[in-house]
């Protein structure tokens, strides 16, 4: 694609959805693609690495080309938030699937599976969730178990599907799209990063991968008896490993015994 067909796309935009990007420059564009047939605008999908790296993309990471490839589809999320956070095919979209996550199905399909409302979500005589008059939806914390956390995967899949099947405007906290494209914007501080693992959780997750034990069981076992499992399934699998290469070995030593013959 010429590049002055992509500049022309870009320019069209303004900055506000390039930032650290603008002016465009057509040496570093590649190509472009549709998000939505209309009316989204078009984006970028390709950026030079001196481009991502000069605009701060790769701040804190090796100026690579693995590195640039992540930073790359991070931006490409971000614009695509930007662009259809608040689409309304996007809200019809996502209220369709929680249609289908909680309403009951139809008799000729009666087998099929149907989430319920936790108790903490109050609801009326329908089982329909319960909305204040400022539109806020109305919780239950006397519920046995209580309210999951607010940063709880539970919490926002719940609550998201309360306001989607109501027709309401999702709030932000439950929102990840919107959320995105608030930070994309400068409007939200930086999402917090997850802490990295301890090692005895690494450990104990690679003990779960070698023995196909869930978590939950290798949990209760003490770390020693966990430690010496592991070291004792590392030393199998690389007497294993080496007795696969010494039989490679020897499979292409034979053909090629077998070619000099000939």
Same mark, same amino acid.
């Given at each position: ?79 695509? *938030? ?60 006397? *519920? ?86 592991? *070291? ?14 010494? *039989? ?15």
């Amino acid at each position: 694609m010429p590049h002055d067909d992509a500049s022309a796309g870009v320019e069209t935009l303004g900055p506000q959805y390039f930032p650290g990007f603008w002016p465009p420059n057509p040496g570093k564009l590649l190509i472009r693609e549709p998000l939505a047939p209309d009316p989204v605008p078009l984006f970028l999908t390709g950026l030079h690495l001196g481009a991502l790296a000069g605009a701060g993309e790769l701040a804190g990471g090796p100026r690579t080309l693995r590195y640039a490839v992540g930073a790359l589809d991070q931006l490409s999320r971000r614009m695509r *938030a930007t662009a259809t956070a608040d689409s309304p095919k996007h809200a019809q979209h996502a209220s369709q699937r929680a249609r289908r996550r909680r309403q009951p199905a139809p008799r000729a399909l009666a087998l099929s599976f149907r989430a319920t409302w936790p108790p903490w979500v109050a609801t009326d005589e329908h089982q329909n969730p319960i909305f204040d008059r400022l539109g806020m939806l109305a919780l239950n914390p006397d *519920a046995r178990g209580g309210v999951p956390p607010v940063d709880s995967d539970q919490y926002r899949m719940i609550v998201r599907d309360a306001y989607l099947l109501a027709g309401r405007q999702l709030p932000v906290d439950v929102d990840a799209r919107k959320q995105m494209a608030l930070r994309h914007q400068d409007k939200l501080q930086p999402a917090a990063r997850r802490p990295a693992p301890s090692e005895p959780q690494r450990e104990l997750a690679e003990l779960a991968h070698r023995t196909g034990q869930p978590i939950s069981l290798l949990g209760r076992l003490s770390p020693a008896y966990r430690q010496a499992w592991l *070291a004792r399934l590392r030393c199998q699998d690389a007497r294993r490993a080496w007795r696969e290469i010494i *039989a490679f070995k020897e499979q292409i030593a034979n053909i090629t015994a077998d070619v000099d013959r000939r």
